[in-house]
């Protein structure tokens, strides 16, 4: 079984609206991290934000939010106010403390593609 | 700061012929990682380092090995190239936990490998 899903394959948006990129995860761990990374068509991968398993408030980083719902085990990332620049692949990650090996474990992938 | 540095940027190989990626970080992380990326399936581990002299196999670790040569260097072989190995390669390299940082992932920029 898949420890995170990435159900939308591609999104689009237009400029200036918000968007949500949705991202499940799966695991029997009570402590872990969950990351959003962000791949532009240049190709380099781009760390966005975090969030662990004990924090209570939502991360946020400029215009990126993680929505974090613990018991639904799901982790969205919210882009506000989307930009043409925003336009790129977009992953989930999650990282599992409680084996010792932190090992990231990576989503398949959305697709967001801004229009003007 | 060069970050992660990792060369090749592209190969092309035929089949039987064996190649060596390079990766290289100056940011003193313990952890080091391999992955590679197909269209489709994210990025999946190949092989992972989580401090020197240690490697263990990731998820997809059939056809490669690798060497962690010290702190900094984490190298990546291919053997006997066979198509299925036409990918993109990411090396990655991440801090402990609690050293400060959430130990997200910084990557070098890939390598792109063709296998004929």
């Known amino acids: 079984a898949q420890k995170i899903t990435q159900t939308q394959p591609g999104m689009f948006v237009q400029e200036k609206e918000a968007v949500t990129l949705d991202c499940t995860y799966d695991t029997s761990d009570q402590s872990y991290g969950l990351f959003w990374y962000k791949q532009p068509s240049s190709g380099e991968m781009i760390f966005l934000i975090y969030?662990?398993?004990?924090?209570?408030q939502n991360a946020t980083e400029g215009r990126y939010s993680l929505n974090f719902q613990k018991a639904r085990k799901s982790a969205n990332l919210v882009i506000s106010a989307s930009q043409l620049g925003d336009s790129a692949m977009y992953f989930c990650a999650m990282r599992e403390n409680g084996r010792g090996s932190y090992i990231p474990t990576f989503g398949r992938g959305t697709s967001l593609i801004v229009h003007p | 700061n060069a970050g992660v540095t990792q060369t090749p940027k592209f190969q092309v190989l035929k089949t039987g012929q064996s190649m060596t990626l390079q990766c290289a970080q100056d940011m003193n992380h313990n952890s080091m990682y391999w992955y590679r990326q197909d269209p489709g399936m994210g990025l999946r581990l190949i092989y992972y380092s989580a401090s020197e002299g240690t490697t263990d196999k990731g998820e997809v670790p059939n056809g490669y090995n690798v060497s962690r040569l010290n702190k900094r260097e984490f190298s990546l072989r291919l053997e006997s190239a066979a198509p299925s190995q036409t990918s993109v390669y990411f090396c990655?390299?991440?801090?402990?936990?609690?050293?400060?940082?959430?130990?997200?992932?910084?990557f070098g920029e890939g390598s792109r490998l063709t296998v004929l």
């Open positions: 990655a390299s991440s801090g402990h936990l609690g050293t400060g940082g959430p130990g997200e992932l910084f």
């Open positions: 969030q662990g398993s004990y924090d209570e």
